[in-house]
């Protein structure tokens, strides 16, 4: 297996779901979204929004708004992830972010086919860099989910994503609490046709 900076880095990532209550240095926060500006985008399009939420009670109000949307948007005959995610979303304690400080929304412009694609690419960048500067980070996908709930919808509106922008993903990061085990990786995913 070869060593260097960034394949050490791509390996050791790992998502993390305990994170301390500090909130990482604006510099800190800085280097991650200029790691995902740096990403690939179809045709160099670029229309991708990053919001930094830091605001203790905005989070809390998108994670209360979260927890209410999968009641009313999620059917009971929707596929596995989403259910336990729903009946997550009723225990008092459920907190979608893992409690970690900031929120980054990754939002672009409607109708645009690489949205989600463009928004993962530099989503991956930013838990790189994340990595490499020794914060935790995750994927989180519920504000995707429920990207359409009007309550939620009006509540970006006011933190500035526009009201046409679909929501694509999100992520959380800080500094880790409790590190993470490491998922083996399955066989079977690769092959080379020669
Ligand atoms: C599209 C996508 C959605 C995900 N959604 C969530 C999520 O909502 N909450 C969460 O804790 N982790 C989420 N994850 C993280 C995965 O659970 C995680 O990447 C996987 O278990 C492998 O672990 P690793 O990232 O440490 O290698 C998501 C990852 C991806 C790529």
Redesign the pocket.
């Known amino acids: 297996m070869i060593h260097n900076e960034v394949l050490d880095c791509i390996r050791s990532?790992?998502?993390t779901?305990h994170f301390q209550e500090q909130q990482i240095k604006e510099e800190e926060l800085e280097i991650l979204l200029e790691a995902a500006i740096w990403a690939p985008s179809g045709g160099n399009s670029q229309s991708w929004l990053f919001t930094a939420v830091q605001n203790p009670q905005a989070l809390a109000k998108i994670n209360e708004l979260l927890k209410a949307g999968f009641q009313h948007w999620i059917p009971d005959d929707d596929y596995p992830g989403k259910l336990g995610?729903k009946a997550l979303a009723q225990k008092e304690d459920c907190h979608?972010f893992?409690h970690a400080p900031t929120l980054i929304i990754a939002s672009n412009r409607p109708n645009y086919e690489n949205a989600m694609a463009d928004c993962?690419l530099a989503l991956e960048n930013l838990f790189l860099a994340a990595n490499s500067l020794g914060l935790g980070s995750?994927?989180?996908?519920?504000l995707h989910w429920l990207r359409n709930d009007p309550g939620l919808r009006d509540y970006l509106l006011e933190l500035g994503i526009p009201r046409e922008h679909t929501i694509c993903?999100s992520a959380v990061v800080g500094y880790i609490a409790k590190e993470?085990g490491?998922?083996p990786r399955k066989e079977g995913t690769r092959r080379i046709i020669k």
């Open positions: 990532r790992r998502s779901r995610a979608f893992h993962a995750c994927y989180i996908n519920q993903s993470s490491v998922p």
